[in-house]
């Protein structure tokens, strides 16, 4: 069974960083895009960044371009995010999502909050 | 950018009718070398992440129920619910994956 599952949110002052972390189980990992894609509260979906399988190739929404850093260990079977300089409009639930002619699985989420 | 604008973003249905949705994308989509558009629906219930129901327009996930289907191409897209059921309030989302930034439509409500 494809799993996803997202840690490494919470609570965070303006300008400070975070690293999250989506553990992948029941699938080649190697072999897939893996994206992130973000929910503020209350609206909708924004795509974030994606990385390629091996991990050579990565892209960023305009939005966090610069302060966002997605990677993988596909030896551990592991997604991040390491997100710095953080603002309040980066606040949502983060989600990790497998791309398979669309996101054909998705985590369950990690709020993120970045507030005084 | 390609900009994905969904109509209505509200729709009130009654249990056992029709549902339609509209997606219509800033530029086409679809992809001449293999035919294929690449558009997806999902369906967000409350407190859940999205599921994907329908990708490449038209193609249904497994275990999808074949009440949902998706048609249109180019830059006009409209997913169907043929007789709604209570379990499909949600809200819906169109999403191109045809290149960066890989954008959504805004959702749409559908309720009964």
């Known amino acids: 069974e494809v799993q996803l599952v997202e840690s490494g949110g919470g609570l965070i002052q303006p300008g400070g960083s975070l690293r999250l972390s989506c553990a992948a189980s029941?699938?080649?990992?190697?072999?897939?895009?893996m994206h992130w894609v973000r929910q503020a509260p209350g609206q909708g979906l924004v795509w974030v960044s994606r990385?390629?399988?091996?991990?050579?190739?990565?892209m960023y929404a305009d939005s966090v371009k610069g302060r966002f850093t997605i990677s993988r260990d596909n030896a551990k079977n592991t997604l991040y995010l390491q997100m710095n300089s953080l603002r309040a409009e980066d606040t949502a639930v983060y989600y990790c999502?497998?791309?398979?002619?669309?996101?054909?699985?998705w985590g369950q989420g990690t709020l993120v909050t970045v507030s005084s | 950018d390609i900009v994905m604008t969904q109509s209505p973003d509200s729709l009130a249905v009654s249990l056992g009718e029709r549902a339609t949705i509209n997606c219509k994308s800033s530029?086409?989509?679809?992809?001449?070398?293999?035919?294929?558009?690449?558009l997806a629906w999902y369906q967000q219930r409350p407190g859940q992440p999205p599921k994907l129901l329908i990708h490449?327009?038209?193609t249904r996930e497994s275990g999808v129920p074949d009440r949902f289907s998706g048609s249109g191409s180019g830059t006009d897209f409209t997913l169907t619910i043929s007789s709604l059921q209570a379990e499909d309030v949600a809200v819906y989302y169109c999403?191109?994956?045809?290149?960066?930034?890989?954008?959504f439509g805004q959702g749409t409500k559908l309720e009964i």
């Open positions: 490449w327009a038209s």
């Open positions: 990385i390629h399988g091996d991990g050579t190739s990565t």
């Open positions: 530029q086409s989509i679809l992809y001449s070398s293999n035919n294929w558009n690449y």
């Open positions: 029941g699938f080649t990992f190697s072999t897939f895009w």
């Open positions: 999502a497998r791309a398979n002619n669309g996101y054909d699985y």
């Open positions: 999403h191109q994956y045809y290149s960066s930034p890989y954008t």
